[in-house]
């Protein structure tokens, strides 16, 4: 089931910086989430909403792969191994589109917000329609894998991706 979201001034204000929003004009309910500063610096919304970033060896091996995460999304999504679900529930995956086109990950929470990291800015906790305009107006729940099992799959994925390409250079 998707879930739309609608546009709104303050989703548009979201996509300045959190800090930059002016409170009295856009009120929101934002609240930052401490994460060690490497992964900040680091990773984007979804290896950290997927759980890859804690799995040993992931951070070398998208460094060596240089896979991108937006045909990762479609092919876990193409492949039936991502289950959708009716709604947010705590602990599930949570992917905004544009269209037909994945723009960013996060986490349920037990109260149906989520958990998401901005880009290379902070992890953030929000209601699920206070984010970024260009994350999209649709939202879709899904059963979360696990952080093992999501680096499983990742593996999975390049190694398809590096047969495409061997088979192409041919």
């Not at 905004?96 to 037990?110: E, K, S």
Request: hydrophobic share 40%.
């Amino acid at each position: 089931m998707d879930i739309a979201i609608e546009g709104s001034k303050l989703r548009q204000a979201l996509d300045v910086v959190v800090d930059q929003i002016d409170l009295a004009v856009h009120p929101h309910q934002i609240e930052r989430v401490d994460l060690p500063p490497l992964v900040c610096a680091t990773f984007k919304c979804l290896p950290v909403a997927l759980g890859l970033i804690w799995q040993p060896g992931f951070p070398k091996l998208v460094s060596f792969t240089q896979v991108g995460a937006g045909r990762f999304v479609h092919w876990l999504i193409a492949e039936r191994h991502l289950h959708q679900q009716p709604e947010i529930t705590n602990g599930c995956l949570v992917l905004y589109f544009a269209g037909p086109d994945w723009r960013h990950a996060g986490i349920g929470l037990p109260d149906g917000r989520v958990v998401s990291k901005w880009g290379c800015n902070q992890l953030l906790r929000h209601p699920v329609d206070q984010v970024p305009a260009e994350c999209g107006d649709t939202v879709r729940a899904y059963r979360h894998p696990g952080g093992a099992r999501a680096l499983e799959l990742y593996h999975a994925f390049v190694d398809r991706a590096d047969m495409s390409r061997k088979s192409r250079a041919k």
